[in-house]
């Protein structure tokens, strides 16, 4: 017989923004958030994928190739983003900071070899996320203001780390549709909530190592579940939040369809868009919740 006894669940009370409202008095939000793997996603599973040059190419693709087109996208459509980005892609590859800052964009934390820190103590935490958040504000000039956890790897401590370190907002927790505030032994923590649903890899994630695999989806399966997801959140006022990859939505055909879907979406003149950290900036406002 298994274990019958009852879990311990961590100590950590979430509770809605009374009052909630979008910026502009608009009827619901949208923040297009990139998590920049880079070589840092195979990497940071296992060391030795470093020298799997055919996983490493496909990995750096997201950075070289496809980056550049999704930059264009945004300035086309007058759409800013977030970019999620591992310090160690930061340090391979610094023109893409100066080409995403340029722009206007936000980079925020991603851990430094895209670390899943759910199994890490608070120590062994504490110091994967400021080497990181060093190298962030030698590449930009200024700290992060939050944190997306790769491969959705969080547990309590983590949540106290970065609020330690002065992040304002966490975007890895899914157990609402608007921003939520979690109330932390120490303070409160902005949550901007994912889903699964918006995270582009159940359609199209693969790894070339160590096997080898790939889940392949056609562009358009993806623009109806996007779609059909935008369309409940405005109506019920909620928050579309993505987690696209460049090295899976960057592939041309996908770009085009992203085009269509964020065109359309651009019609809809009751919806907020921007970036993370100015959605956090005004939940900040609205609650007080305290600023770095």
Known sequence: MGDLSRPCYPSIASREIEDFAWPEGKRCGVTIAWHVDGEAGPVGWDRQAARHVAAISEAAYGVTTALPRILALHRELSILGTFFVPAHVVELHPAMIEAILAEGHEIA???????????????????????????????????????SAPAWGVNAETLEVIRDLGMLYDASLMERDRPYLLELPRGELIELPISLILDDWALFGGSLYPAGSATTATAEEARRIWREEFDGMRHFGAYFNTTFHPNLLGRPGRMLMLRELFTAMRSCDDVWWGTCEQLALHVGKMTDTAKK
Request: charge should be negative; glycine fraction near 10%; avoid cysteine.
């Open 109 to 147: 934390h991603h851990g430094y070899m895209h670390e899943n820190v759910f199994p890490m103590e608070g120590a062994r935490q504490r110091e994967v996320f400021e080497h990181a958040s060093s190298i962030l504000k030698a590449a930009t000039g200024r700290d992060p203001s939050g944190w």
